[in-house]
Structures are given as structure tokens and as C-alpha cells.
């Protein structure tokens, strides 16, 4: 296998937080700060870089930007969560029913209660 190389660093360490973002770890001994964390989008494109002298603060930060990259998808994944209230529309005030997008006769959506989908 081919290492990966992004702009003298070697690719190390890759955690994938979803289909099209990833965090790595880069090392470069002939650099000046010869460890980076750089999140990497589709196609691997390298943005968002954080470079360091010690190879422990370069390995806390990507665990810790991974862990905040997760916090954030699922802050927004709850937020975007689209649920029904008591007159029969989508809110995010309630938590217990959630919108189905399987319509009924009159071109309404019918309530679903998704069962066994804890957050």
C-alpha cells in the first residue's frame, strides 16, 4: 500500500466521521512542527490544519476534533428532526412522534411513531 501524502507530511492515522469527512494525522521529521491534524473532505482535500512539535498534543487534538465534529452532527442531526405535535404539524418541541413522509388519500401526512430509535 502507497502511503498518503499531503504536503511532506505523512498520513499516519485516519478516523472517518461520516461518507465524505475524515480527520488525519500527518508526520514530517524535516518540518518545523513535524506533526499536523488537518480535516480532509471528499477527495481527500486537506483543510483546517492544526500543526504541533509534540506527537501527544498532535493525537489528543484529533481525538478531540473528531469528538467535537461528532457532538456537532449529532446537535444538528437532533435539531433538524422534524417531529408532529398535537394539531398535527412538524415541530421540534416534541420528541415522542416523528414526521412520515407516507401520505394519505387527502394528501396529508399521517402520524408514525418510530419505535426501538433512542437518542
Known sequence: MKDEINQGYVITDRIQVDPDHAFVLGY???APQPFV?????????????HYF????????DLCARVIEELDYKKER???AEPVIGDNGTCSNNEKSEYCSSTPQENGRFKKSKHKGFER
Request: aromatic share 18%.
Open 28 to 30: 514530517n521529521p524535516k
Open 37 to 49: 491534524t488537518w480535516k480532509c473532505g471528499q477527495n481527500d482535500y486537506y483543510y483546517y490544519g
Open 53 to 60: 512539535n509534540d506527537q501527544d498534543k498532535a493525537i489528543r
Open 77 to 79: 442531526m437532533t435539531l
